[in-house]
């Protein structure tokens, strides 16, 4: 039977829970400048693409890799001060998370986050059955504590999301706030599980991770996309206590984690000077771009990331996006999110990247 003459059937229906929902994605079109995604600028340094290279050569590709993933997780426990079972690997931060929401969300139980912030916090709980209960940040896109330990108490979530530096406004949270929400959970609501995503935490100026430890309930989420140059690997990991790193092994699909990915996780490690340089120079960019922005008609907030969130003040967020597309610049479109509206997130490039937006954008405002 030809598929023309195939006769019709019904498919089964997706769960009535999922909706219209639609998958996270980030538009992408041609341009000569792509600022986008939050990517680092440049490629792993040669010496670690050559090792790769030799450690791919190696590997028993007939053989399922190592389960536990242990040289991983031990490389990992040094460069962070912590033991191997406190640290859980994946395929990207994002499955990370997607562990946490399977593990400690579901029917009947709750994820806490506090918008605008990063929406894959809400997309993933949303996927596992989590219920969502939403917090607001202040008009200043900073975290209301006070506020913050109110939703906790109300609520009772299983799960407390923080995002630091928080992804789209390049805020981070200063000790103070997490340890105020961390404090709130423990006596609000003992069996939730604070969750810091500090997927672009290198770039800041403080990080949670001196706060965790065996017996506090505290996750702290990490990734390789940005400072590691690593993002076509999709590699991310969290150091929690091993009470939690157990549960997450639980959900996590067998032989999740591929020879070559732990393979690429253990030699990044190795080039850690070249990252930190990457770091500094970064940052300097970005305070560079904050500068000249200031000198134009937008509002520019503060950031602790390695991407500036922006706002024109004399035309709306879309039309200055696609007047960027049209000079062959793209940067991502915010300005319809909640809490967002008008703004616009310019990704850190290269320095000659950079100067194209920026001359774009005078262009633009002009």
Known sequence: ???????????????????????????????????????????????????????????????????????????????????????????????????????????????????????????????????????????????????????????????????????????????????????????????????????YGQFAAWSALELVGEGVPLAVVRTYSKTWSMAALRLGYVIAPSEVVKVLERVALPYHLDALKQAAGRLALQFSEQMESRVAWIVAERDRIIRELSKMSVRVWPSQANFVLWRPESRSGAETWEALVQRSVLVRDTSSWPGLEGCLRTTVGTREENDKFLSALEEVLK
Request: proline content about 10%; some cysteine.
């Open 1 to 199: 039977m030809s598929p023309q003459a195939t006769p019709a059937r019904a498919f089964p229906e997706p769960r009535a829970d999922l909706g219209l929902r639609e998958g996270y994605h980030s538009p992408q079109v041609p341009v000569e400048v792509r600022l986008n995604t939050n990517e680092s600028p440049y490629p792993p340094p040669p010496e670690f693409l050559e090792a790769l290279v030799a450690q791919a050569r190696d590997i028993a590709y007939n053989r399922y890799p190592d389960r536990s993933a242990r040289a991983l997780r031990e490389a990992l426990a040094e460069l962070h001060g912590a033991r191997p079972e406190q640290v859980f690997a994946a395929n990207g931060s994002n499955e990370v998370l997607q562990s946490i929401c399977l593990a400690y969300g579901g029917a009947g139980r709750k994820a806490a986050m506090f918008e605008p912030t990063y929406a894959l916090h809400s997309h993933i709980a949303h996927l596992t059955g989590t219920e969502m209960v939403q917090g607001q940040r202040r008009p200043d896109f900073t975290l209301d504590t006070d506020a913050a330990v109110e939703l906790i108490a109300t609520e009772h979530p299983s799960i407390v999301f923080l995002c630091s530096p928080n992804n789209p406004t390049g805020l981070a949270e200063d000790a103070s706030t997490v340890s105020g929400v961390l404090a709130a959970a423990l006596r609000e609501e003992p069996s939730a599980l604070v969750v810091v995503d500090e997927a």
